[in-house]
Nanobody, 119 residues
Framework: QVQLVESGGGLVQPGGSLRLSCAAS????????MGWYRQAPGKQRDLVAT???????????NYADSVKGRFAISRDNAKNTVYLQMNSLKPEDTAVYYC?????????WGQGTQVTVSS
């Protein structure tokens, strides 16, 4: 059983930065992939960024076009933690951000953390 706990959300002004953290408990395997998704009110949940946690793959990453160059995903395998550094935030980045772990086609989700970008 995998449990994911997010932290780091909040209110920030446009152009500001936030760092989200996701701590995973339970058995984590090298074939797992982790990532962040977000869901704005009235919209579907969309991918933000993913990262493989396999050491042999070197932590390959994938980003949504809307966040490329502004967001950076990273991981600390020793702590089973994934981070999302968000810079140059825009009002359209406002959403609930969810941590995700994908294992053998099964998705595990955290409870979500609210990010609000507003002046």
């Amino acid at each position: 059983q995998v449990q994911l706990v997010e932290s780091g959300g909040g209110l920030v002004q446009p152009g500001g930065s936030l760092r989200l953290s996701c701590a995973a408990s339970g058995n984590i395997f090298s074939s797992d992939n982790m990532g962040w998704y977000r869901q704005a009110p009235g919209k579907q949940r969309d991918l933000v960024a993913t990262i493989s946690i396999s050491i042999t793959s070197g932590g390959s990453t994938n980003y949504a076009d809307s966040v490329k160059g502004r967001f950076a995903i990273s991981r600390d395998n020793a702590k089973n933690t994934v981070y999302l550094q968000m810079n140059s935030l825009k009002p359209e980045d406002t959403a609930v951000y969810y941590c995700n772990l994908l294992r053998r086609g099964i998705n595990y989700w955290g409870q979500g953390t609210q990010v609000t970008v507003s002046s």
